[in-house]
């Protein structure tokens, strides 16, 4: 990590009745490379991303990237956007709706002399295979086409910082999958530090190396996506992360089944809680496992969702294929099982 491409944020600003902190560092290059700043809405995301851009001033704490120090809340320092080494890549992309590709792209080289300017410009359209769009208005570009030319302006000042704030949240569900893979195919080449927000796990696990769980303006934990995924360090984490099925210690006693199952376990030592995701809860008709009676059963694609009352409420998702031969509807007595090793156990 050197100090040319190293950023270290600890800050805080006060938004509404929240305040927001965070703490942390990045540098360019290798596996972490790539920080998603994750949670549910009003987590504090996007305000921490405008407070590292230069959007927004920190009531608190110091913002450094490359050993030069651009908010420092004790002293009164402050870097503008402008002098800041970023790209920034906004949620609708914000290009300019009167001003064709090359000319949204020219816009963000900046003051260089224009026979720079004009090879830069070419240059970046070679590089996103946009060239032969080059003339085109925002208006006439798919979100595909239009997403390579927001990330081409955001790196036409060649930033040491790249910084995209929900870059696929405005999509559908379809385009948002396709464009996903392709905003990975364009990122990973780019050797600069990047921090990415969203509140898709699909999206963070592509995308990212390393995640930082937020929560009313709290970061809750911070590692590689997958390990924190895989194994979250709190109930809070695990619910904000996607396990459909969080239950709390004192849940567990009253349901010897359940509680005999996470007894049996070895890591059962000084934890508060147990999750475990939904695709890993078997339904049958009948069996050896937890009986419980079906609440309410509802279509999601080539899956089933259903939830089963089990004196705990669990959350199952199976293929519609295996449901149908299940042929239970809501109030039917179920029996449910859960695979081995799907469980995690956390702080409460």
């Known amino acids: 990590m050197t100090d040319a491409t190293r950023l270290e944020a600890r800050l805080g600003k006060r938004r509404g009745e929240m305040m927001v902190r965070a703490d942390f560092a990045l540098a360019g290059g290798g596996e972490d490379r790539v920080l998603v700043l994750f949670g549910p809405s009003a987590s504090g995301k996007s305000t921490i991303l405008r407070c590292l851009a230069g959007l927004e001033r920190p009531d608190e ?35 300019f709706p009167h001003l064709d590709v090359r000319e949204n792209i020219a816009y963000g080289v900046g003051a260089r002399n224009a026979t720079e300017a004009k090879a830069r410009v070419g240059e970046l359209l070679e590089r996103f295979g946009i060239g032969d769009v080059a ?24 930033p040491g910082l790249l910084l995209l704030d929900e870059p696929l949240s405005a999509l559908d569900a379809p385009t948002r999958m396709t464009l ?46 997958r390990e924190v995924f895989a194994s979250p360090c709190s109930r809070r984490v695990a619910e904000i992360v996607g396990f459909e099925n969080v239950v709390g210690h004192a849940d567990l006693k009253n349901h010897p089944q359940l509680l005999s199952i996470v007894n049996n376990n070895a890591e059962n030592r000084a934890w508060g809680a147990v999750c475990f995701r939904a695709h890993a809860v078997e339904v049958m008709r009948s069996g050896s496992g937890l009986r419980g009676r079906l609440t309410h059963i509802e279509p999601e694609g080539p899956l089933v969702r259903m939830e089963i009352d089990c004196g705990v409420a669990l959350v199952a998702l199976v293929p519609a294929a295996t449901w149908g031969t299940v042929a239970a509807r809501i109030g039917d007595e179920v029996v449910c099982r859960v695979s081995d090793g799907a469980w995690r156990f956390v702080a409460d």
């Open 135 to 158: 003339s085109r208005k925002p208006a006439e570009l798919s979100g595909g086409q239009q997403q390579r030319v927001a990330l081409a302006r955001a790196l036409a000042r060649e």
């Open 61 to 95: 704490g110091r913002v450094s990237f490359g050993g030069e120090i651009w908010s420092d809340a004790a002293s009164g320092k402050f870097v503008a956007p402008q002098y800041r080494s970023i790209g920034f890549m906004a949620q609708d992309y914000a290009l």
């Open 180 to 225: 996903r893979r392709e905003l990975r195919e364009v990122i990973e080449p780019i050797e600069i530090p990047a921090i990415v927000v969203t509140h898709d796990p699909a999206e963070a696990e592509l995308l990212g190396h390393t995640v930082l769980v937020l929560d009313a303006g709290q970061v809750l934990q911070m590692g590689p996506v």
